[in-house]
């Protein structure tokens, strides 16, 4: 049986990467809106000005944006799990194959952007989620 801290290090491990895109997507946008002399105040409304920029600089952004969709389900999941019983070392591998599917997605999506690649490691890592969630399901019930 896995620590509380082994349990959830991989809700950290995904938090730190949503961090690193967070980098990525301001090291790309900055200069990207700078080489299209977009005024920072167009930002004020998203969605105004990105079809000026790069695909890379858009793709980045998006990708952020994708990391505070989905993966809140992971959050909660993990956390259900930690505080409920379900913190068991099947569950942690599936957590930690999660987490690497969304790395590869945000890599996938950041870099080449080829969607079907990206919908295949999306639908691979909703998989594993889907997986968590009936494991408990069928552990509370």
Same mark, same amino acid.
Not at 3 to 12: D, G, K, M, S
Not at 21 to 36: E, G, I, Q, S, V
Not at 68 to 72: A, F, R, S
């Given at each position: 049986m896995p620590?509380? *801290?082994?349990?959830?290090?991989?809700?950290?491990a995904l938090i730190a990467w949503t961090l690193v895109?967070?980098?990525?997507?301001?090291?790309?946008?900055?200069?990207?809106?700078? #080489? *299209?002399g977009i005024d920072p105040q167009e930002a004020a409304h998203p969605g105004t000005y990105g079809?000026?920029?790069p695909e890379y600089? #858009? =793709?980045a952004a998006d990708n952020y944006n994708h990391l505070?969709?989905?993966?809140?389900i992971f959050y909660a999941l993990m956390f259900f799990c930690a505080l409920t019983g379900g913190a068991t070392a099947a569950t942690l591998?599936?957590?930690?194959?999660?987490?690497? =599917? #969304?790395v590869v997605h945000s890599l996938v999506?950041?870099?080449?952007?080829?969607?079907?690649? #990206?919908?295949t490691v999306f639908v691979f890592g909703s998989l594993v989620l889907v997986c968590i969630t009936v494991r408990e399901l069928i552990r509370i019930f």
């Open positions: 620590t509380t *801290a082994q349990f959830l290090a991989p809700v950290l895109m967070w980098f990525w997507l301001y090291a790309t946008r900055l200069p990207a809106m700078k #080489r *299209a079809h000026r920029l600089a #858009r =793709s505070h969709e989905q993966p809140t591998n599936l957590a930690w194959i999660y987490v690497g =599917s #969304r999506q950041a870099t080449v952007n080829k969607v079907v690649v #990206r919908f």
